[in-house]
């Protein structure tokens, strides 16, 4: 099994690793992220139905998951992982292009899914809207982005990201190119008292501490599950559940 890329977000899976890794990963911050992107997957996999569009698809463990209930198609601009992709989930089909723009016809989708994709792209406006064009009336999207927790920050922290938002700036653009959102969801949703954010400090500079499952690790990060977000609550990650606005 692959653990993620440079960029510390992508991960390669098999379908075998997929069922069991989620309960298996002990021991480094990044296995929080191959966590996290197993439990969006099986979480949206309840909420989505008919032909469903997954961006950024990677190497296709996520798309392969989908397919299994609805008609899945990947896209992703990377030719290796989407070849990786096609042996790994046959019944899905894959497409290669970059963002913001989708080669698909308009309403071509019941829904879209887009997981850690938004923070990467340069025009996130005309991402939203390309996915606004291809999902069918009364259709909907599944947007998830990390979550800036220092509103004053100019740069993310992360390398890789172009941007980070808030949970009300990213609503924001939503509604703005024309989806409606009906539930706002997170992940790594954590205490906001004092103890937790001293604690988050040290495991930082001691990542050798991070342990998921353990109770000081719950308290930093949170569980890997996807809530609903509650006031005074800090996600990790936000995801929004929107319609669109026909």
Request: with cysteine.
């Given at each position: ?11 390669d ?5 997929f ?17 996290e ?17 997954d ?22 601009r ?9 042996v ?7 497409i ?6 989708l ?30 064009r291809?999902?069918r009336?009364n259709?909907?999207?599944?947007v ?5 927790e ?21 609503e ?16 790594g ?14 495991l ?11 109770w ?14 509650r ?8 995801i ?7």
């Amino acid at each position: 099994m692959s653990d993620v890329d440079d960029a510390g977000e992508r991960v390669d899976l098999t379908r075998e690793d997929f069922d069991r890794a989620a309960d298996t990963f002990r021991g480094a911050p990044h296995q929080h992220v191959l966590r996290e992107h197993l439990e969006r997957y099986r979480w949206v996999r309840e909420r989505v139905s008919g032909r469903v569009l997954d961006v950024a698809c990677g190497t296709g463990y996520g798309t392969g998951y989908l397919s299994e209930t609805c008609e899945a198609v990947g896209f992703d601009r990377d030719p290796t992982a989407l070849a990786r992709a096609a042996v790994r989930a046959p019944a899905a089909e894959f497409i290669q292009g970059d963002l913001p723009h989708l080669p698909f016809e308009d309403a071509s989708f019941d829904f879209a899914v887009s997981f850690e994709t938004i923070e990467h792209v340069d025009d996130d406006l005309t991402f939203l809207r390309q996915l606004r064009r291809v999902v069918r009336p009364n259709g909907g999207v599944v947007v998830s982005s990390p979550v800036r927790e220092r509103p004053y920050l100019v740069r993310p922290p992360n390398q890789w990201h172009v941007r980070e938002y808030t949970p009300s700036e990213l609503e924001s653009a939503l509604r703005k190119t024309g989806f409606v959102p009906v539930g706002c969801f997170g992940q790594g949703i954590r205490s906001s008292r004092f103890a937790a954010v001293q604690a988050e400090r040290v495991l930082y500079r001691l990542p050798q501490l991070c342990r998921p499952g353990r109770w000081w690790d719950r308290m930093i990060h949170g569980n890997d599950e996807v809530e609903v977000v509650r006031a005074k609550r800090r996600p990790k990650i936000v995801i929004f559940i929107c319609r669109t606005n026909e």
